[in-house]
């Protein structure tokens, strides 16, 4: 039973940041952009009880984690108002890209100070329960942050992809993904999670989800172990 439990802490401590973090990036570069909605909303708190949706932030994504899916979720939305942003159509994009950058900025960051961690233990060293808990939560903190800034970069209303196509597109386009906005989420559900049911060949997330999850995960497990030296990761 304990041992689930610090498992399921492993797990629930750094979707929270992850996903926290990516929220408020999002309020930071409003603000940054003319926008100080979400600072005069008291938005931009690092607190998690400001920003955690039960059921996105904590049940959704740690099922897809205990599944071996990608991770992903939502906060409670920081809010935005384009009209107060200085050029509301390129602002939007980078306010979109916002999120998903600082969950790879993190992601890296954090590879490095598990390297660092594994370098200071040596070949022989046992880190004691405090710091294998550390060490757990580092690592599931590196997959979920890139699980969620890749999967936030699907070009599909809502998500932070299709606000950053918005901002790269003529209007006449812009305007269509507008009007698809309000019915992305159940296109996407409709995509990813009702037709892979009904034809397994087609199952999206596989094909399309994980192969740069995967490739990212890589990329930082050989920093690691760049930095960690000669030594088993």
Same mark, same amino acid.
């Given at each position: ?86 050029? +509301? ?39 004691? +329960? ?104």
């Amino acid at each position: 039973m304990m041992k689930t439990l610090i498992e399921a802490a492993a797990i629930i401590i750094p979707l929270i940041f992850a996903i926290v973090f990516h929220e408020v990036a999002h309020g930071w570069m409003a603000r940054a952009l003319g926008d100080p909605t979400a600072q005069e909303q008291r938005r931009l708190s690092l607190n998690p009880l400001r920003h955690v949706d039960p059921f996105g932030t904590i049940i959704l994504p740690g099922a897809l984690h205990l599944a071996g899916l990608p991770v992903f979720g939502w906060a409670k939305p920081v809010p935005v108002n384009y009209s107060r942003l200085r050029n +509301p159509k390129r602002d939007m994009a980078l306010v979109g890209a916002a999120g998903p950058a600082i969950n790879f900025v993190f992601a890296v960051l954090t590879a490095v100070i598990v390297g660092v961690t594994l370098r200071a233990l040596g070949p022989a060293g046992m880190p004691g +329960p405090v710091l294998a808990f550390a060490m757990m939560t580092l690592i599931n903190f590196i997959t979920v942050n890139i699980s969620l800034g890749l999967f936030n970069l699907l070009p599909l209303p809502p998500f932070d992809g299709s606000r950053i196509l918005r901002g790269l597109l003529p209007w006449p386009a812009a305007r269509l993904l507008d009007r698809i906005e309000p019915f992305g989420i159940i296109v996407f559900f409709a995509i990813f999670v009702i037709l892979p049911q009904v034809w397994p060949s087609l199952h999206l997330a596989d094909r399309v989800l994980l192969p740069p999850v995967q490739w990212a995960g890589h990329q930082l497990d050989a920093l690691i172990t760049l930095i960690a030296g000669p030594q088993p990761v």
